[in-house]
């Protein structure tokens, strides 16, 4: 492996552990309108953004609705549940970060969230990193914009980018950009992941050896 000169790192499932918070949320809002969702119809929107969610199921149902007062209903309610209880991280992620950024690592976060909720999520989260979102480039993953975007805004070459994601949608976008991907399984099932280059449960994976390993720096 080449030395990598940055990380991109999704947010939601990557970097917070939120999906079970995004799952209530949704289902909030469905339960109102009398939709039930499986947990494998969930799975297969994961790491799509909310608007699109929101389209499929409804469409799927027949159902006409405002899908921006829908969404902006679903953050009430997401907002009321990390106002109560906060945004956990995903094991190992603050010591990792930490890692790379004293060995010179370029790092940012490359989400298909909004701005509004992922502004909010990193302040609630006590995280300050520059991101781009969808709101950036318009087109969500598995569109490969985001992080194409994420590395002109580092300085770097596509191939010297390492992108870390929980998403089937994710990695696609990923490699569509011409980037490495590490699959993180802490919320998501392994299989979801096989397309990965590599698959981690946590950050806890990377002891010093792994890091430098990892890196190319050793």
């Given at each position: 492996?080449?030395?990598?000169?940055?990380?991109?790192?999704?947010?939601?499932?990557?970097?917070?552990?939120?999906?079970?918070l995004h799952r209530i949320t949704f289902n909030r809002v469905l339960d109102e309108l009398g939709v039930k969702l499986s947990q494998e119809?969930?799975?297969s929107f994961r790491g799509l953004g909310a608007i699109r969610i929101f389209k499929t199921i409804f469409e799927e149902n027949n159902i006409d609705v405002d899908l921006v007062e829908i969404n902006s209903r679903r953050d009430k309610y997401f907002d009321e549940l990390i106002m109560k209880d906060g945004i956990p991280l995903v094991?190992?992620?603050?010591?990792?970060?930490?890692?790379?950024?004293?060995?010179?690592?370029?790092?940012?976060?490359?989400?298909?969230?909004?701005?509004?909720?992922?502004?909010?999520?990193?302040?609630?989260?006590h995280l300050n990193l520059e991101y781009v979102?969808?709101?950036?480039?318009?087109?969500?993953?598995?569109?490969?914009?985001?992080?194409?975007?994420?590395?002109?805004?580092?300085g770097v070459d596509?191939?010297?980018?390492?992108?870390f994601e929980d998403s089937g949608a994710g990695i696609i976008a990923a490699h569509r950009a011409g980037m490495q991907v590490v699959g993180v399984s802490a919320t998501t099932d392994k299989d979801e992941l096989?397309?990965?280059?590599?698959?981690?449960?946590?950050?806890?994976?990377?002891?010093?050896?792994?890091?430098?390993?990892?890196?190319?720096?050793?």
């Open positions: 492996m080449n030395i990598m000169k940055s990380v991109i790192f999704d947010l939601d499932g990557t970097i917070l552990d939120t999906e079970q119809k969930w799975d094991k190992g992620f603050k010591e990792f970060y930490n890692s790379l950024i004293e060995k010179g690592i370029k790092v940012i976060i490359g989400t298909s969230g909004r701005r509004i909720n992922v502004s909010e999520e990193l302040e609630l989260s979102c969808v709101d950036d480039v318009g087109k969500a993953k598995p569109e490969p914009d985001i992080f194409l975007l994420c590395a002109k805004r580092l596509v191939k010297d980018c390492i992108v096989k397309e990965a280059d590599l698959i981690v449960k946590d950050y806890t994976y990377f002891d010093e050896q792994r890091i430098n390993e990892f890196l190319g720096l050793k």
